[in-house]
């Protein structure tokens, strides 16, 4: 029964949400008017200065740095279930999960005592190994859209081997990609849209030659008329259209069904593959991603997160004449030294054992409703501009009036105002995305009493904004 699993695991591994322990190393600050205790941050704050000085902006990855929400970020100690501490001590719920892949909850105990299992006979082999048929089998008869699968490290990685892979095999180089989709940080796909709908891509970052986006174009999300554009304008010559089916890197935007739909009859239309980056939707949304959830299928489908079980993990596959372009099967080369190592391939195995199980997405979209719902709720009595939304484990929402269809939409969304939000509601033990353009992620860790919560600290806070 799986709902008694799941009760299992929360009783087992993370307990109801309670504050920060006040003993030593605590970090308690003061208490809100309605008896929040909120806190300070003295060992992030010195742990972060002086990374400042070894790495650029004393970060591994941008978002990391709170650069568009201010303060400087917590440093992590330890996580474990649906909770995070940072080294002072405080106590999180956790709405980031590793930027997706804690969707057991973080630091699963089935998934480390079979990593460690694994571990014993070695951490990478830079050969063949029965893991990797393993996965790939799970993948295979998880996803629609994939009949033969290629592993990679990153979802970075996945979309440039993905990238590479459609232009071989139409022959072509162009692609349309969309405004606010994020597909890594290849050159090709670091674009703007610029002034227009459907504008050739400029580079989005210095050291990105024009030549390198000169053929990737950007098209409105939502707006099917965006994309017949560019294909008129561009008549044989598009190789794919790229886009996240539900976008996690505008905060979270949820496709029309018809614009889906369109897209699909488009490409078929006009010989150009269908590509899904289900790098953060993949057994996020639904157990075969968000193709499974729409109902629609694409040609080539880019993934990563969930399946390497909180392990650097990617993906691409797709139907199998596609992928037979592969390099050694194909002219298509792609390598990579650690792909498809073994304590990956074992961590992505036992994610999706559990995953697979009956009403685990129903009850992930259960508990993002819940939490989505509160926080309209809540923001609305406060006198607050508000739209959110959720798809299975995945959710977000914009202080602005909605429904938020595309980026330009998002982009209109109170920087000002979020910014303060997240940092009130860090204080008070809440950890959220540091960017308004940041999907949040539920776990299967997360109670009821976690989400009310947060719904009760949301209050607070907004009832301050």
């Known amino acids: 029964n799986m709902k008694l699993g799941i009760a299992a695991l929360i009783l087992g591994s993370a307990a109801a949400f309670a504050p920060a322990n006040t003993g030593k190393g605590a970090s308690v600050l003061s208490m809100t008017a309605t008896g929040t205790e909120t806190y300070t941050f003295t060992k992030s704050e010195e742990i972060f200065k002086e990374a400042q000085e070894l790495m650029p902006g004393g970060v591994s990855s941008p978002v990391r740095a709170f650069k568009s929400v201010g303060g400087n970020p917590v440093v992590f100690d330890r996580v474990k279930g649906a909770y995070a501490w940072d080294v002072d001590e405080n106590k999180y719920i956790d709405y980031v999960g590793t930027w997706g892949p804690a969707i057991l909850g973080h630091a699963d105990d089935d998934v480390l005592e079979a990593v460690s299992k694994t571990m014993q006979k070695g951490t990478s082999f830079?050969?063949?190994?029965?893991?990797?048929?393993?996965?790939?089998?799970?993948?295979i008869d998880a996803v629609p859209s994939v009949e033969m699968v290629r592993f990679t490290n990153s979802g970075t990685?996945?979309?440039?081997?993905?990238?590479?892979?459609?232009?071989?095999?139409?022959?072509r180089e162009k692609v349309i990609k969309f405004e606010g989709c994020y597909h890594g940080h290849a050159d090709s796909f670091l674009v703007q849209a610029g002034s227009g709908v459907a504008t050739l891509g400029l580079p989005d970052s210095p050291g990105v030659p024009a030549s390198a986006t000169k053929a990737t174009y950007c098209a409105e999300y939502n707006n099917l008329d965006s994309v017949k554009a560019i294909f008129e304008d561009n008549k044989d010559e598009i190789a794919a259209v790229i886009l996240e089916p539900v976008v996690g890197n505008s905060g979270f935007i949820k496709p029309d069904k018809e614009f889906l739909e369109g897209i699909r009859k488009l490409t078929e239309e006009n010989g150009a593959l269908l590509v899904f980056d289900e790098v953060m939707t993949g057994f996020r949304v639904s157990y075969g991603g968000a193709q499974q959830y729409f109902g629609i299928t694409p040609d080539v489908t880019t993934m990563g997160k969930v399946i390497g079980g909180g392990l650097p993990v990617g993906a691409y596959g797709g139907r199998k004449d596609i992928m037979e372009m592969v390099a050694p099967a194909g002219p298509m080369y792609q390598a990579g030294t650690l792909s498809g190592n073994p304590l990956a391939m074992t961590a992505g195995i036992e994610t999706m054992k559990k995953l697979s199980q009956p009403g685990v997405y129903e009850e992930l979209e259960r508990k993002a409703k819940m939490l989505v719902d509160g926080i309209v709720e809540a923001a609305k009595k406060h006198g607050h501009a508000i739209s959110g939304d959720y798809a299975g484990g995945m959710f977000g929402w914009y202080f602005v009036d909605g429904p938020v269809k595309n980026f330009q939409e998002a982009t209109k969304a109170d920087a000002e105002k979020f910014g303060k939000w997240h940092r009130m509601m860090l204080e008070r033990g809440v950890y959220l995305a540091p960017s308004m353009y940041e999907a949040g992620f539920m776990s299967l860790l997360h109670t009821d009493e976690d989400i009310k919560r947060t719904i009760e600290i949301a209050d607070e806070v907004l009832s301050q904004l």
């Open 126 to 139: 830079g050969a063949p190994c029965p893991l990797e048929n393993d996965l790939a089998k799970m993948v």
């Open 157 to 171: 990685e996945a979309c440039m081997g993905m990238i590479r892979l459609v232009r071989a095999f139409t022959n």
